[in-house]
């Protein structure tokens, strides 16, 4: 059958319509639609249904780090407007250091400006309030990842989950002022430049410094008498690790210790040990 230029357009829009209503519930098959690398490249599509779909129906601020597309202005926005699709009741917010508002629609909105600018950064989270889900796919500069961190994880609701890709960054030593073939793109492309390391306890690296903050979730055993507990030993309430992808939970860490109390022996454990303070341990 041929068809002429109106029903064609006709025939696409009735497909960028149904389509996605058809796989609403399968963020596999939106990854895949819509051509994001979040499925068929990497393979973190399977991760965030298991953590996002309790949240698919619920009215949400997200925020995605990186919006794609390089240089290109008209180019990119494939996860957000999966993101949108998966959660028809939220409001989806990118950023990318190149001005992409050329991609913005209905339900999302995109600010231009580095995740290593830390005005910038508030003065986007002072404009959306405080977000239920944010996810760095931006530079994947090590430094990048622990500076947005630090700034943006404070801007998420209770209950709110922070996501992190591409932890291969880590990995990859910097070539200082080596480079790679012209062209090269993603993460070649930003070879020389991400401040990763073959050392694997280099503090420096976007997961060794998520490893560290896995203390935080435990911050009520330790025996460290007069311990004043940080931001994240009080809100960081469960990590999941996955290839290349990390989930932060936060919340309100205040469980009890269990032989502790504010850092420090209980008394009835003192008076089962007949001492009267830790020091008489000599630890």
């Excluded at 070879?191 to 410094?209: C, D, H, I, Q, Y």
Aim: hydrophobic content about 35%; some cysteine; proline content about 4%.
């Amino acid at each position: 059958m041929n068809l002429n230029s109106n029903q064609k357009n006709f025939f696409k829009k009735l497909q960028r319509q149904v389509v996605p209503f058809v796989y609403r519930n399968n963020l596999m098959k939106l990854a895949t639609y819509y051509g994001t690398d979040k499925w068929n490249s990497h393979w973190y599509a399977q991760h965030y249904a298991r953590h996002f779909a309790p949240l698919r129906l619920k009215k949400l601020k997200i925020l995605e780090i990186g919006v794609g597309g390089y240089d290109d202005p008209k180019s990119g926005g494939e996860s957000l407007r999966m993101w949108k699709s998966y959660f028809p009741n939220s409001m989806i917010y990118g950023i990318d250091v190149v001005d992409k508002t050329y991609l913005e629609e209905h339900r999302i909105k995109i600010f231009q400006g580095s995740q290593d600018d830390e005005d910038f950064l508030n003065k986007v989270v002072a404009e959306t309030g405080e977000l239920d889900i944010i996810i760095d796919d931006g530079s994947h500069v090590n430094e990048h990842v622990i500076k947005s961190f630090n700034i943006l994880f404070p801007a998420l609701k209770d209950s709110g989950i922070y996501a992190v890709e591409d932890t291969l960054t880590s990995y990859i030593p910097n070539l200082e002022e080596k480079r790679l073939k012209a062209g090269s793109r993603g993460v070649l492309e930003n070879w020389p430049r991400v401040g990763g390391s073959l050392e694997l306890n280099a503090p420096k690296t976007t997961m060794n410094f998520f490893k560290k903050l896995v203390d935080c979730l435990n911050y009520q055993e330790i025996l460290r008498p007069g311990y004043s507990p940080s931001y994240f030993d009080q809100h960081i309430v469960a990590m999941h690790f996955y290839h290349n992808l990390i989930f932060i939970y936060k919340g309100n860490n205040d469980e009890d210790g269990y032989y502790l109390e504010n850092n420090t022996i209980k008394p009835y454990l003192l008076n089962y040990l007949s001492i009267k303070s830790v020091e008489e341990l000599g630890i």
